[in-house]
């Protein structure tokens, strides 16, 4: 595998359910970030992690839990969302080196559906 | 602050016709201007950046973006243009050295035959 990876490809869920979104890179990258990207609206950020700390909470509700064990792997947990929730979630990667982020590497998306 | 605004929110051309799509950015601090593509059920991909030295960057697929301070601009170009090149746009920019992206609306580009 190459580049960032997110699985799975697509998902639908009801409000009541739990599920989980993961995001892997093998970029060799230190700061990983969460994106949604919903129908006629700019791109996003949700939440930014660098070397695992969480750095960028962007007033998200809390329905939305990341998590993220090492620097390759990142999580969006869900759980009873909104049908207003239903979105392409992007995850995507980036180095960070002396406080200088270089350009962020995307993966192919999750597309969620809320019922 | 940092904003960008995407002229067009549709651009349809026929195949092998030039192409233009338009982007503008407000920053109060130096800029980094990103071009992505987003093809259909697919996340977004690299097309071109600039970070410094040239002002005219050459990126993938054949594109080219200039990048002009004083008029604010980064606009992407093509001289010819593929039924493959049919997506949507994205123009993005990052002030200084920090991790904050911020994307336009996007401009979905349709060539037709």
């Known amino acids: 595998e190459t580049g960032v990876t997110q699985t799975p490809r697509h998902l639908v869920m009801g409000m009541t359910n739990k599920k989980s979104l993961k995001c892997e890179q093998h970029l060799g990258h230190n700061a990983m970030y969460w994106y949604k990207q919903s129908a006629k609206k700019p791109l996003e950020l949700m939440f930014v992690y660098n070397f695992k700390e969480q750095t960028e909470n962007n007033s998200v509700p809390s329905r939305f839990s990341p998590e993220c064990p090492n620097s390759s792997h990142l999580f969006l947990h869900l759980h009873t969302l909104q049908p207003e929730d239903s979105a392409l979630y992007l995850c995507?990667?980036?180095?960070?080196?002396?406080?200088?982020?270089?350009?962020?590497?995307f993966g192919p998306g999750t597309r969620l559906t809320v019922l | 602050a940092q904003s960008v605004t995407q002229l067009d929110s549709q651009v349809p051309v026929f195949e092998e016709a030039p192409v233009e799509l338009r982007c503008n950015y407000s920053s109060s601090v130096s800029v980094y201007l990103f071009w992505y593509v987003q093809y259909p059920n697919q996340g977004l991909q690299l097309l071109l950046k600039y970070l410094s030295g040239s002002t005219l960057v050459k990126g993938i697929n054949g594109f080219e973006a200039e990048f002009n301070k004083s008029q604010t601009s980064f606009h992407l170009r093509k001289p010819s243009v593929h039924i493959s090149d049919t997506a949507e746009y994205f123009c993005?920019?990052?002030?200084?050295?920090?991790?904050?992206?911020?994307f336009g609306k996007g401009t979905l580009l349709t060539v037709n035959p």
């Open positions: 993005a920019v990052k002030g200084g050295s920090n991790y904050k992206l911020t």
């Open positions: 995507a990667s980036s180095q960070d080196q002396n406080g200088y982020t270089d350009t962020q590497y």
